[in-house]
């Protein structure tokens, strides 16, 4: 009989909590949303949780600065990294080869769409990107049981087109949002959900968080803003 793929839970309580079985070796999920989300804090502390606790080679992928940004944001949430961080160049498969990622460890991709801004192709970008991603998805998580976390900022007017089509090829989607209650009232409530995970059990309600100094905490949903609306009176003129 094959051996099915496993799970691992990823450390962050806020997270297990709504995906009770973990999240699946065989998945590449997308972190979607506005910018200032949560999203990069939520894929570093991904990638801590891999390496401190499952104890796992990782690639963490950054379009978005240099290695020592990355080293330097991790660092401030008390997340040192030094003894696990190393500068790659060579081709994303050879690394994986070369670190003997079968059935363990994960890839981190920040952002998609910061790579894909760096793309100068003739073909149209919806098609190099699906292509990409489809590449990731086989060799990675399919053939070696690697998953991969790939961060993507939504909406832009740019990939708008392409979103939906994205979202359809890949295993898992956890979105990030501000509470848009919240927001058309000049208050940045931060949540997460898990709008598809294949493979895996999981919860779709929306999570409450913020970003604290030890990384994504729960917490609950604030107490609704009062609106300034005069009250109605029953004088007449």
């Not at 390496?51 to 950054?62: A, F, R, T």
């Not at 991790?74 to 079968?102: C, P, Q």
């Not at 956890?174 to 895996?200: E, I, S, T």
Request: overall charge neutral; charged content about 25%; aromatic content about 10%.
């Amino acid at each position: 009989m094959p051996v099915l793929p496993k799970s691992f839970e990823t450390g962050i309580d806020a997270v297990d909590k709504v995906l009770p079985k973990g999240i699946p070796r065989n998945s590449l999920t997308i972190l979607a949303g506005d910018l200032g989300t949560g999203k990069s804090v939520l894929m570093e502390q991904l990638l801590y949780s891999m390496l401190k606790i499952e104890k796992e080679p990782c690639i963490y992928m950054n379009f978005e600065g240099p290695p020592i940004a990355l080293q330097q944001d991790m660092e401030s949430f008390g997340w040192n990294i030094d003894r696990y961080f190393h500068s790659v160049t060579s081709a994303l498969f050879t690394m994986m080869e070369e670190m003997k990622m079968m059935g363990k460890g994960a890839v981190f991709v920040d952002s998609l769409t910061e790579m894909f801004t760096l793309v100068q192709e003739e073909r149209p970008l919806v098609f190099h990107m699906l292509d990409g991603v489809k590449s990731w998805r086989a060799k990675g998580p399919k053939e070696r049981l690697v998953p991969f976390f790939c961060s993507h900022h939504t909406p832009l007017r740019a990939y708008a087109d392409l979103d939906d089509l994205l979202f359809y090829v890949v295993d898992g989607i956890v979105d990030v949002r501000f509470n848009p209650g919240f927001a058309d009232r000049g208050l940045l409530v931060k949540q997460f959900r898990v709008r598809k995970m294949k493979g895996a059990p999981h919860e779709t309600y929306w999570v409450t968080f913020q970003v604290t100094p030890d990384g994504i905490v729960e917490v609950p949903l604030p107490v609704p803003v009062l609106t300034s609306d005069k009250p109605r009176t029953s004088k007449k003129k």
